[in-house]
C-alpha cells in the first residue's frame, strides 16, 4: 500500500465556521508533513511531523492547528479561515531515514472558504 | 532558506521532440532532488529523483544531472508523448534530521502537442 488518503476530497466552509481535515497512510511512515497549494503555484510546507511530534512550523497561522493522533494519520483543524486561506491542502509522508527519500503526497482536499 | 529557480515557465514541444527543464538552488547543504509530476486536479507525483552523491540518473525516458559545484540539476525527457503534458516541478531537500523538508520551484508547464 503506497497509498496516502485524505479526506474530504473538497470542503467548503464560512469563516466562521471549524472544520478538520484527516490524512491517513499505512507505509510505516513517521514523518508527515502538511502542504498549501495555491493554483498556479508551486506546494509549500506548512508542517512536519516526526514521530507524531511537531517538529516544524512554518509561520502558519494559528487559525491552522495540526494534530498527530498517532503514527498513521494527520489532522488539521481549520478555525476562522480566510478566503485567501483557499488552497489545496496536500499531505504527504515519509520515512525517517537521513531526509533524502520519496515523499508520498495524497491527492488533496480542495478548500473553498466563503 | 532554501530557495529554488526553475526554468523555463512553460514548454511547448512538438511528440517525438526532447524536453528540458532546468532548475538552480541556493543551500550548498540539499542533498535531495526530486521532479515531480502534477496532472490537471491531481496529486504531484515522483517521477525521478537523485541524491547528492550522484551526478546522473535514467529511468527509460526520463533523465535527471545534477551539478553540485554549479548548485544546478535538469530534467530531460525524450521521446515526448501527449501524455507527458502536466506540470513539472523541481524541489530540493537538505534532510539532516531525517525527514524531507521540499522546497520546490515554480513549475514548468509542458505541452506535448500531437
Known amino acids: 500500500d503506497t497509498e496516502v488518503t485524505q479526506t474530504p476530497k473538497h470542503l467548503v466552509m464560512g469563516m466562521t465556521n471549524k472544520k478538520s481535515l484527516k490524512c491517513e497512510q499505512h507505509m510505516g511512515h513517521r514523518a508527515m508533513y502538511w502542504y498549501k497549494q495555491k493554483a498556479k503555484k508551486p506546494p509549500e510546507l506548512m508542517f512536519v511531523y516526526s514521530y507524531e511530534k511537531l517538529s516544524i512550523n512554518e509561520s502558519v497561522p494559528s487559525r491552522f492547528s495540526p494534530e498527530c493522533p498517532n503514527s498513521s494519520l494527520l489532522n488539521l483543524h481549520l478555525h476562522a479561515l480566510q478566503p485567501e486561506d483557499s488552497a489545496l491542502y496536500l499531505c504527504?509522508?515519509?520515512?525517517?531515514?537521513?531526509?533524502?527519500?520519496?515523499?508520498?503526497f495524497g491527492q488533496g482536499t480542495r478548500l473553498t472558504v466563503v | 532558506g532554501e530557495n529554488v529557480e526553475q526554468h523555463p515557465s512553460t514548454l511547448s514541444v512538438q511528440e517525438g521532440d526532447s524536453a528540458v527543464i532546468k532548475c538552480t538552488y541556493s543551500d550548498s547543504a540539499s542533498n535531495y532532488f526530486p521532479w515531480y509530476k502534477q496532472e490537471l486536479g491531481k496529486r504531484p507525483q515522483l517521477i525521478i529523483d537523485i541524491r547528492s552523491n550522484v551526478g546522473e540518473k535514467k529511468d527509460q525516458r526520463i533523465a535527471v544531472t545534477l551539478n553540485k559545484t554549479a548548485k544546478h540539476f535538469s530534467l530531460h525527457i525524450t521521446e515526448t508523448q501527449p501524455e507527458d503534458s502536466a506540470v513539472y516541478f523541481c524541489a530540493a531537500s537538505k534532510g539532516g534530521s531525517g525527514y524531507s523538508t521540499l522546497t520546490f520551484g515554480k513549475g514548468t508547464m509542458l505541452l506535448v502537442s500531437p
Open positions: 504527504a509522508s515519509s520515512q525517517l531515514t537521513t531526509g533524502d527519500t520519496e515523499a508520498f
